[in-house]
């Protein structure tokens, strides 16, 4: 059984640097000068954890005194990273490493490569395995590479103010069919949600501090181990369907790519941390509602993981790096399901509309309400006198005209696409950022007890006093 005792995210008093004095006087620990009481190897402080961390085992270490406060170590299938002795399978099985990037990916012995899927480069090397390669499971692929390249060419064509020119034939042929490595996490969550909650009832208000603890579990949530793919990239094609996911065997790596883990579990585990205290803090919606107004006070958070568990994994991704006016851009398609995602690079077209709507959207918009005061006032003046002028008559016509004009020109700008006069956009690079992962709902384990608990106590009670006119004169305040 793992457990993680404790960790606050934002604990106030924290010196990650080594400077403030620990118990009986001694300098804080330090990575340089630490090492693990348990095996030995180096420890490292970790800030979001506010604790030391052994890489080599999971034991988790007070900053200070390195007392052991628990362990991130895992119930794992088998020893990943053991020294054992090559199985046949192996041996049959060779590396192809890129001289440019250093990625490594596994295939069968007559599998072979002409180019780096990550960064282009023909500079590849051929050699035996350096390790064992022992995934847990596997989930094959269901897509072929005419179908990820017609979603990925539909899910380019959706994108706005994609380069002309950019969705061809010739770049969504170097779609590269991949497994990714990943680690399945399974765990339970357990977090402490502190935050003030008010309730309004007409002049009457009643402030409470707001004590929370959310229990669920999650199972399946995916974290991949490669360092040469964008974590967000992979989250964005999430889910996969793990009714699907079988024992690793061989002949699902026939014709494939395999790209090997560059990261162990121990050392995700801020990651990790993140991505479960992202769903947490989403249930606080639920919390919120019962309140006229609710504001979480995050410096009194507290997360911890229990039971945890993981599974080695290989999952199927259609996956191109595209270079492009000096930058490279990462594509990927599930290879299972046919969520697809990128980061897709803007148009010239696009930094010209960004600069107009930044420069002439307020002004644009403020061309008709002046024009048709002015008109105003010239139809009222008009009206006044006795005999109309026909200069006054020429001069409304004209900024008639004018606003005529300026009305078409916003048309005509928006149709053309180089201004959104109705709905602005905060920037044309984030507009194609990767998409969002899936949520909690994909991972919740709905077959384990969850469970939210609220406990409120009143801090505060103020009434409102008002005049006949039902203005504030004065108000009544009662501390608890």
């Known amino acids: 059984m793992s457990l993680w005792n404790t960790r606050p995210l934002n604990t106030a008093g924290k010196d990650p640097f080594g400077q403030n004095q620990g118990a009986g006087g001694n300098e804080r620990l330090t990575a340089d000068s630490a090492k693990c009481p348990s095996c030995g190897s180096n420890i490292t402080y970790e800030p979001e954890l506010g604790s030391m961390i052994c890489r080599n085992c999971g034991n988790v270490y007070s900053a200070d005194t390195l007392e052991l406060l628990g362990s991130f170590g895992f119930e794992k299938e088998h020893d990943y990273v053991g020294d054992g002795e090559m ?37 590849l090397i051929t050699r035996r395995m350096s390790r064992e390669f022992k995934p847990d499971y596997i989930v094959p692929f269901k897509i072929d590479k005419d179908e990820a390249q017609k979603i990925m060419k539909d899910w380019l064509a959706s994108r706005k103010y994609t380069p002309r020119g950019f969705n061809t034939k010739s770049r969504l042929s170097k779609m590269t069919a991949l497994y990714v490595p990943f680690w399945l996490l399974d765990c339970c969550v357990k977090t402490e949600l502190s935050g003030t909650g008010k309730m309004i009832s007409g002049l009457t208000t009643t402030i409470y501090e707001v004590n929370s603890t959310i229990k669920y579990y999650v199972k399946g949530v995916p974290f991949d181990a490669s360092l040469s793919i964008a974590n967000k990239l992979m989250e964005a094609v999430e889910p996969f369907d793990y009714s699907e996911m079988v024992k690793f065997e061989s002949k699902y790596l026939q014709g494939f790519y395999a790209d090997k883990y560059d990261q162990l579990p121990t050392e995700m585990t801020e990651r990790m941390m993140r991505r479960v205290d992202k769903y947490s803090r989403s249930e606080t919606e639920l919390i919120a509602k019962k309140y006229s107004e609710y504001e979480e006070r995050p410096e009194k958070t507290l997360s911890l993981l229990s039971d945890i568990s993981i599974k080695y994994c290989l999952l199927p991704v259609w996956f191109m790096t595209v270079e492009f006016d000096g930058r490279q851009y990462q594509f990927a398609v599930n290879g299972q399901t046919g969520e697809a995602s990128g980061q897709v690079p803007t148009s010239a077209r696009a930094d010209l509309s960004e600069k107009l709507n930044n420069r002439f959207s307020k002004f644009s918009k403020a061309i008709p309400l002046f024009v048709m005061l002015v008109c105003g006032f010239f139809l009222y003046t008009a009206t006044q006198s006795d005999s109309i002028s026909v200069l006054n008559t020429i001069f409304v016509f004209f900024l008639i005209i004018c606003e005529l004009l300026a009305f078409g020109f916003i048309m005509f700008t928006k149709i053309l696409g180089i201004t959104r006069a109705v709905k602005p956009r905060q920037s044309a690079y984030e507009a194609n950022d990767f998409d969002e992962d899936p949520g909690l709902d994909c991972y919740f384990d709905s077959k384990r007890h969850a469970d939210i608990q609220v406990n409120e106590m009143m801090l505060r009670h103020i009434v409102k006093i008002t005049d006949e006119n039902g203005n504030v004169i004065n108000e009544h305040s009662v501390e608890v």
């Open 87 to 123: 199985s046949e399978e192996d041996k049959k099985r060779h590396e192809i490493v890129c001289n440019s990037c250093g990625a490594a990916l596994v295939t069968d012995e007559n599998t072979m490569s002409t180019m780096c899927p990550f960064c282009g480069s023909p500079a």
